[in-house]
C-alpha cells in the first residue's frame, strides 16, 4: 500500500474479506497500516471476522473487533452460502454497515481448484 498507493478502500471477498475488516480496526489501535492514509471504506463478499466461530484470532489482530468499526461497509451476503452465520455476525461489528442479500452461494467449501 505504501509503494503502489494512495488507496481509499479495501475490496476483500471470503479469506480477503476476513483480513480486510480486520485491518480498520487494527489500524485505529496503530498495530497495522500506519504509514497509510486512513482505510476509508470497505466491500467485502463473504465475509468473516477473525475471532469468530471459525477463526482464529491472529494475535496481532486481537483487538480489531473490540469496539464497533467506523469505516463504512458494504456487505454482501449470499443467503445460500455456507459462510452466512459468520458474515452475519461481521456485519453486526460494524456502525451502520450496508447489508445486501442476494440468492447466491458466493462460494462452496467442497471446491476443488
Given at each position: 500500500?505504501?509503494?503502489?498507493?494512495?488507496?481509499?478502500?479495501?475490496?476483500?471477498?471470503?479469506?480477503?474479506?476476513?483480513?480486510?475488516?480486520?485491518?480498520?480496526?487494527?489500524?485505529?489501535?496503530?498495530?497495522?497500516?500506519?504509514?497509510?492514509?486512513?482505510?476509508?471504506?470497505?466491500?467485502?463478499?463473504?465475509?468473516?471476522?477473525?475471532?469468530?466461530?471459525?477463526?482464529?484470532?491472529?494475535?496481532?489482530?486481537?483487538?480489531?473487533?473490540?469496539?464497533?468499526?467506523?469505516?463504512?461497509?458494504?456487505?454482501?451476503?449470499?443467503?445460500?452460502?455456507?459462510?452466512?452465520?459468520?458474515?452475519?455476525?461481521?456485519?453486526?461489528?460494524?456502525?451502520?454497515?450496508?447489508?445486501?442479500?442476494?440468492?447466491?452461494?458466493t462460494q462452496s467449501p467442497?471446491?476443488?481448484?
Open positions: 500500500m505504501v509503494k503502489n498507493g494512495p488507496f481509499d478502500g479495501l475490496l476483500g471477498f471470503s479469506q480477503g474479506a476476513l483480513v480486510a475488516a480486520a485491518l480498520p480496526g487494527m489500524q485505529a489501535q496503530g498495530v497495522a497500516l500506519g504509514k497509510v492514509e486512513k482505510i476509508k471504506f470497505l466491500i467485502l463478499i463473504s465475509g468473516a471476522k477473525f475471532g469468530g466461530k471459525k477463526y482464529e484470532m491472529p494475535k496481532m489482530a486481537s483487538n480489531a473487533f473490540s469496539y464497533p468499526i467506523e469505516c463504512p461497509s458494504l456487505h454482501f451476503i449470499g443467503e445460500s452460502d455456507f459462510q452466512k452465520p459468520e458474515s452475519i455476525a461481521l456485519v453486526e461489528a460494524f456502525r451502520d454497515p450496508v447489508d445486501i442479500r442476494h440468492q447466491e452461494a467442497n471446491l476443488v481448484s
